[in-house]
């Protein structure tokens, strides 16, 4: 089940990776990302989204092959964009930057659960959601790190550019039968805030397109770091 949720969920993780995207400056300039964390991640082998695995034996013979090669010494060390944890009964979603608040972060995390809660009672009445080649999403991956939630990514399916915000209230759509049910309609629904207020590297970027100021940035993201918290 969990080798299923992960092939089925890569297609929404360059949705889910626009509404975190938190780091358009590098070493003190404007890099023209919304995310430029994960640019400077994907240096890193065993990154990104993972290909498809047709069942759990064959991502666990992936996984004895680089170990008995020395690639790595458990499966913790492929870091991939969603990963089946090596160690617990769950799946990690790995792809967001680090949003700029509490809240948002919540949300996030609200919006995964719900999701791969959706994927997994699909599977259980005999129904799937549509799988994609890993070159294809790493497409809306590559739009999402560039442009954020104001960008467009291919709706695979109609085989056309679509707006982000607009396959972003899709996913909210597809989702909500599930969300009452783990008692999370709140959390999710800040997503609308997100999309209204911007990302954290769209309030970033204003900050700094009204003061010119990189000190003035720091103290913002200083302020809504512990926004929520206390």
């Known amino acids: ?39 400077i991640f994907d240096k890193f082998p065993r990154t990104g989204i993972p290909p498809l695995f047709e069942s759990h034996s064959e991502y666990e013979e992936y996984v004895n092959l680089l170990i008995k090669t020395g690639c790595i010494d458990n499966a913790k060390k492929i870091w991939w964009d969603i990963r089946v944890h090596p160690f617990f009964p ?42 994609y080649k890993r070159d294809l999403i790493n497409e809306n991956k590559w739009r999402a790190s560039r442009y954020g939630i104001d960008g467009k990514l291919i709706d695979f399916g109609k085989e056309g550019e679509i707006n982000t915000r607009i396959l972003i209230h899709e996913l909210l759509e597809f989702i909500d039968d599930v969300v009452d049910e783990l008692g999370s309609r709140q959390e999710i ?3 609308f805030q997100i999309l209204e207020n911007g990302t954290g590297a769209d309030r970033q970027l204003k900050v700094y397109e009204d003061t010119q100021d990189f000190k003035a940035v720091v103290d913002y993201i200083i302020d809504q770091t512990v926004t929520g918290v206390a």
């Open 90 to 131: 769950t799946i990690e979603v790995r792809i967001c930057d680090v949003p700029l608040t509490v809240d948002e972060t919540i949300t996030i995390a609200a919006l995964i659960q719900a999701l791969s809660f959706k994927l997994y009672k699909l599977r259980t009445q005999n129904l799937n959601f549509a799988t």
């Open 189 to 191: 629904e800040r997503t």
């Open 1 to 39: 089940m969990a080798v299923h949720i992960v092939n089925q969920i890569r297609y929404f993780l360059p949705h889910i990776y626009a509404l975190s995207t938190n780091s358009p400056f590098w070493e003190g300039r404007n890099t023209g990302f919304k995310s430029f964390r994960s640019k």
